[in-house]
């Protein structure tokens, strides 16, 4: 990643595009269209990166073992509303929320985020009873960083197994 940012934007988002369709190829069928905007690009706009997703997720979601679903709009206590009038009922949820973080609409009421809409915490810990966030970072290196946060917030939930109610 830091030779790419030495790189011309537009040049860098084409090489990773075209290495998405290479290794990934085209998953809109399955509910997860292309990108809006390049990788790069959405970097440097938002702040932060997009998902990055290991041949076992591309092919649980291809096998239909992972589903993909409209976008959340809220959560209760036993499951999430879906934008398209849908409701699921889960007993964990992990949200991809997309090339946007969607995250002033789903939590910002509850005061864990800052000014440009980012997670206060972010490094795995607790900004809310039950409630952590990963991957909400901008550095290069990325994958390795949020993996380490990842299993921070692993071992905090595996802490703490009792579910937290979440506000209607």
């Known amino acids: 990643m830091p030779v790419f ?13 075209r290495m998405q369709r290479l290794t990934v ?23 932060a990166g997009t998902a990055i997703v290991d041949r076992g997720t591309v092919e649980a979601i291809r096998d239909g073992s992972i589903r993909v679903v409209a976008a959340v709009t809220g959560l209760d206590a036993t499951g999430a509303r879906l934008a398209d009038g849908g409701r699921v ?14 995250l002033p609409e789903l939590v910002g009421h509850l005061g864990v985020l800052d ?7 972010a490094d795995g810990g607790e900004a809310a009873p039950g409630l952590r966030f990963v991957g909400y970072v901008y550095r290069p290196g990325l ?8 299993r921070t917030a692993a071992r905090g939930i595996a802490r703490d197994p009792e579910p937290v109610p979440v506000p209607a």
């Open 143 to 150: 994958t390795g960083y949020v993996g380490r946060l990842a």
């Open 25 to 47: 190829g085209d998953l809109t069928a399955h509910g997860l269209p292309p990108a809006p905007e390049g990788a790069i690009a959405a970097l440097m706009a938002r702040g």
């Open 115 to 121: 000014d440009r809409g980012m997670p206060r915490v």
């Open 5 to 17: 940012f030495r790189l011309p934007v537009p040049v860098v988002d084409a090489m990773l595009a």
């Open 89 to 102: 009922e889960v007993d964990d949820l992990v949200l991809a929320t997309g090339f946007g973080t969607a």
